[in-house]
């Protein structure tokens, strides 16, 4: 139902509208889960509050619903994706990636194709991506997700510029359609860095272990891109033989690639994922944010590992951490 607008609501719209600040974190939690009638009464305000404010709202909302599950902006996001300015319209799409709602997906099929912003059009076309997973593995009516396909794939026919481009191919990675391995095979195979970094992401989203062997390749490359994409890649698919190159990535130079290979050895498991990880948060330095980071992949590979076989890696324990 939402919450509706209350007087200290109100009060926070007149502090965007009048104060040079943005204003404290208590304040902007009043935004969470506002009803019609706190939208309409936004609404009414919305273009008084200066462009760059209104950035900064959506940024600081977006690390706000990071930080504290239990609020949501999606509301307002939603409301936001309207807004005249491109760099909120964009900030708002992507504060609404995690959503779960597919009557978003016209919304975004919008942006897609009619939005005068690359940025935005981008934005849009990487967010449909977890509604095109969504559509193959839940249930909600499939002509959403045909739509949202269909949209990628005339946006990807289409446009030129490279953003759009590799956004619409990560998206589709997700797809089970017959043209995508084409299209993910066509991108690896240019010579152009970018769509091979985003045919690398597809092939790990495509849950298809043919590519296993292509991502893996990878993280060796010279690019710390390439390297962190594939990385990323191999959590994905969850490719178990890439365990003992993702543990040697744990002391890359690249600080990118580090935290992919990280939370990739997370998403994979088994018992050297475990010993790995175990040892790099206990050498870790006392970096707050660092600490939390290794904290959540700890988290995220004991859930990995209560919910699979760890025997597989157990034989390869010694070779992959080199004792």
């Known amino acids: 139902m939402g919450t509706p607008m209350t007087n200290k609501s109100k009060e926070l719209i007149d502090l965007l509208v009048d104060d040079e600040k943005l204003p404290s974190s208590d304040w902007l939690a009043e935004l969470s889960d506002l009803d019609q009638a706190g939208i309409e009464f936004l609404d009414e305000h919305w273009e008084n509050i200066p462009p760059n404010k209104r950035k900064q709202l959506l940024e600081a909302l977006g690390n706000l619903a990071a930080d504290d599950f239990k609020l949501s902006f999606d509301a307002l996001n939603r409301f936001a994706i309207m807004d005249s300015e491109a760099d909120v319209r964009h900030l708002a799409i992507r504060n609404l990636w995690e959503s779960d709602d597919y009557q978003l997906i016209p919304t975004l099929i919008s942006n897609l194709l009619d939005d005068p912003s690359i940025e935005v059009r981008a934005s849009a076309a990487k967010a449909l991506g977890p509604f095109i997973l969504k559509g193959e593995t839940d249930s909600y009516p499939r002509q959403f997700l045909v739509d949202a396909e269909e949209a990628l794939l005339n946006s990807l026919r289409r446009e030129s510029a490279m953003l759009i481009q590799c956004g619409c191919i990560e998206s589709l990675g997700y797809s089970?359609?017959?043209?995508?391995?084409?299209?993910?095979?066509?991108?690896?195979?240019?010579?152009?860095?970018?769509?091979?970094?985003?045919?690398?992401?597809?092939?790990?989203?495509?849950?298809?272990?043919?590519?296993?062997?292509?991502?893996?390749?990878?993280?060796?490359?010279?690019?710390?891109?390439?390297?962190?994409?594939?990385?990323?890649?191999?959590?994905?698919?969850?490719?178990?033989?890439?365990?003992?190159?993702?543990?040697?990535?744990?002391?890359?130079?690249?600080?990118?690639?580090?935290?992919?290979?990280?939370?990739?050895?997370?998403?994979?498991?088994?018992?050297?994922?475990?010993?790995?990880?175990?040892?790099?948060?206990?050498?870790?330095?006392?970096?707050e944010i660092e600490l939390l980071f290794l904290q959540d992949a700890l988290d995220n590979l004991d859930f990995t590992n209560s919910t699979r076989d760890m025997v597989p890696s157990d034989s390869i324990a010694g070779q992959e951490l080199g004792t």
């Open 176 to 287: 089970s359609r017959e043209e995508v391995d084409q299209i993910i095979l066509d991108a690896y195979n240019s010579e152009d860095e970018d769509l091979i970094q985003s045919a690398l992401l597809a092939m790990g989203r495509s849950a298809d272990e043919h590519w296993a062997e292509t991502i893996s390749r990878h993280l060796h490359s010279q690019s710390p891109a390439l390297r962190n994409k594939s990385a990323v890649a191999a959590g994905e698919l969850e490719i178990r033989e890439a365990i003992p190159e993702l543990i040697e990535l744990l002391d890359d130079v690249n600080p990118l690639v580090r935290r992919a290979a990280t939370w990739s050895i997370s998403q994979i498991g088994g018992s050297s994922a475990t010993r790995a990880l175990s040892s790099l948060m206990d050498s870790a330095d006392d970096e």
